[in-house]
C-alpha cells in the first residue's frame, strides 16, 4: 500500500504526498519534539524532513523500508535544528548525568506520572534518549534504530538497556511514593 | 510485547508530546508554500484554515501580541486616528544603550500597517514608501551600511510560511543566518538573525515575524551593522517594547 503511494509521489502526485504527510505528520512531531525538546524546532525539522523527502524522492530505492530512511531524515533535522551535527548528538559517550542528584531535586509542584517521567526522558544522555524515543514513542525495532541512527546494533541495545534501567528505578520510585 | 514499565514509558512519551500534533495542520500549510503544490490536486483537510486561525488566537505557541480596543464596542470601529487618541501622544521612557542609562521623550507614531510606536523624533525620523514604514536616523553617516527599521504588512501568509522563506533567501547573501525561534522581548514573533560576518562594519540583517491576528504577518526588519549593534540595534529593540497592533 505504501509502495504505490510512493511510486505516485515519484511520478509527482501531490495528492499522494499529502496522504504520506497524513500518514506520517503526527509521530513525526511527536518524535521531534521529544528530540528537540522545543515546539519551534520541532516543528522546522518536520517541515523540512518532508520537502527533503518529496525533493529526493526519485533517489530512494522502492525495495528499501520507507519509514527507517524517513526517520533518518528526521532525526538528522532534528539535529541540524539543534545546531550540532550527528556525531555531537549521538556520540557514543556516556558520561552520565546524576540521575540521582536529578531524582532528589527539590521539586514544589504536584505532577503527574506521566510527567515527571516524561521529565526523566528528557534528562537521559541524548545517544540513550533518542534510542528511547524511537523504540518506545514509534515502536522501531533494534535493527531499524541502528539503520536510522547509522549505529551497530549492539550499541542501540546497550543504549536502550542503560535509558530503560534509569527509567525503570524512577518509575519504582514513583509508584513507592517519592517525587522525582 | 511490552511490559508494564515499557508501558509507561510509551504512555509518557505519548502525553508528553500530545500538545503538538495541533500544529500538523499548520506545518502542512508551510510544507505546500515551500513547494508550491498545485492547490487543485489537494486531499480535503476541513477546518484546516479554521484551525489554523483558531490556534493562533488561542494556542499555547501563538505570539501574545498586544491588541488594544479590539472587543471593546465603544472603541470596535474606531480608525487608527481615534485610537491613537487613546494613547499619550509623548513620553519619556528610559532605555540602555551600551550599558549606560538613557531618558528619552519619545512621540507616538501610526503605522500604514494599522499599529502605534513610540518613536524618538530628535534621532530618527518615520515615513511610508510603498506600504512600508521606514525609521530611519536622522544623522546618515557616509560610506557606512545603511541603517532602518521598516514595517510592512503581509496578508494571508503566516508568521511561520515567511520566515522560512526568508531563512531561504538570507542564506544565499550571508555567512550566518539563525532562525531563533518565538521570543516573547521585545515583541512576540520569530526572530530571523543574519550577518555578513564579525568585522565592525560588517551587515546585520534581523527580523521579526508577528502574527497579526487575522491570518497575516507583520515584518519587521531592522538593518545595521556590527558596530552599531548596542547603538541602532537596541535603540529598534527598545522601540519595538512600546509596539502595539490596532485591530479594529
Redesign the interface.
Known amino acids: 500500500m505504501e509502495r504505490v503511494l510512493l511510486e505516485k509521489i515519484k511520478k509527482g502526485d501531490s495528492e499522494a504526498f499529502e496522504e504520506l504527510y497524513s500518514n506520517y505528520a503526527e509521530y513525526a512531531l511527536r518524535v521531534a519534539l521529544a528530540v528537540t525538546r522545543d515546539k519551534m524546532s520541532a516543528t522546522d525539522a518536520v517541515q523540512e524532513t518532508f520537502i527533503k523527502v518529496y525533493k529526493n524522492i526519485n533517489r530512494f530505492s522502492l525495495d528499501r523500508p520507507f519509514r527507517p530512511w524517513f526517520y533518518r531524515i528526521l532525526i538528522n533535522e532534528c539535529n541540524r535544528v539543534m545546531g550540532k551535527t550527528l556525531n555531537a548528538v549521538l556520540v557514543d559517550d556516556f558520561t552520565e548525568k546524576s540521575i540521582q542528584s536529578f531524582m532528589s531535586e527539590e521539586d514544589d509542584y504536584s505532577f503527574e506520572e506521566y510527567e515527571n517521567l516524561y521529565d526523566a526522558i528528557q534528562k537521559l544522555e541524548d545517544a540513550n534518549r533518542v534510542s528511547i524515543i524511537l523504540k518506545y514513542l514509534r515502536g522501531f525495532k533494534e535493527t531499524e534504530i541502528a539503520e536510522i541512527l547509522g549505529v551497530n546494533v549492539n550499541t542501540v541495545k546497550s543504549r536502550l538497556f542503560k535509558g530503560r534501567q534509569k527509567l525503570k528505578n524512577i518509575i519504582e520510585k514513583l509508584e513507592g511514593g517519592n517525587r522525582v | 510485547m511490552m511490559d508494564r ?2 508501558k ?10 500530545d ?3 495541533e ?2 495542520n ?3 500549510n ?3 508554500s ?2 508550491d ?2 492547490k487543485g ?3 480535503d ?1 476541513k477546518g484546516k484554515k479554521n484551525n489554523l486561525r483558531r490556534f493562533f488566537k488561542y494556542g499555547s ?1 501563538a505570539a501574545a501580541i498586544a491588541i488594544v480596543a479590539i472587543a471593546n464596542t465603544q472603541y470596535g470601529s474606531a480608525a487608527v486616528n481615534k485610537i491613537k487618541e487613546m494613547f499619550t501622544p509623548s513620553k519619556t521612557v528610559e532605555e540602555k544603550i551600551e550599558g549606560i542609562g538613557e531618558k528619552k521623550n519619545v512621540s507616538l507614531q501610526e503605522g500604514s500597517s494599522k499599529y502605534i510606536i513610540y518613536i524618538d523624533e530628535k534621532l530618527y525620523s518615520m515615513k511610508t514608501v510603498e506600504g512600508k514604514d521606514i525609521i530611519t536616523p536622522k544623522v546618515k553617516a557616509e560610506n557606512l551600511p545603511q541603517v532602518f527599521m521598516e514595517i510592512q504588512q503581509v496578508e494571508g501568509k503566516t508568521p ?1 510560511a515567511l520566515a ?1 522563506e526568508k531563512v531561504k533567501a538570507l542564506k544565499e547573501n550571508y555567512k550566518r543566518v539563525e ?1 531563533m ?2 521570543v516573547k522581548e521585545p515583541i512576540s514573533g ?1 526572530l530571523i538573525y543574519a550577518n555578513s560576518g564579525s568585522k565592525w562594519n560588517d551587515i546585520v540583517e534581523k527580523y521579526y515575524f508577528v502574527d497579526n491576528t487575522k491570518g497575516g504577518t507583520i515584518i519587521i526588519k531592522q538593518q545595521y551593522f556590527v558596530e552599531a549593534s548596542e547603538g541602532h540595534g537596541s535603540r529598534f529593540d527598545n522601540m519595538l517594547k512600546e509596539f502595539k497592533i490596532v485591530n479594529q
Open positions: 514499565e515499557e509507561k514509558i510509551n504512555e509518557a512519551l505519548l502525553k508528553g508530546t500538545e503538538i500534533t500544529l500538523k499548520i506545518v502542512w508551510n510544507i505546500e515551500q513547494l503544490l498545485k490536486n489537494r486531499i483537510m505557541i511561520e522560512a532562525n525561534g518565538k520569530i
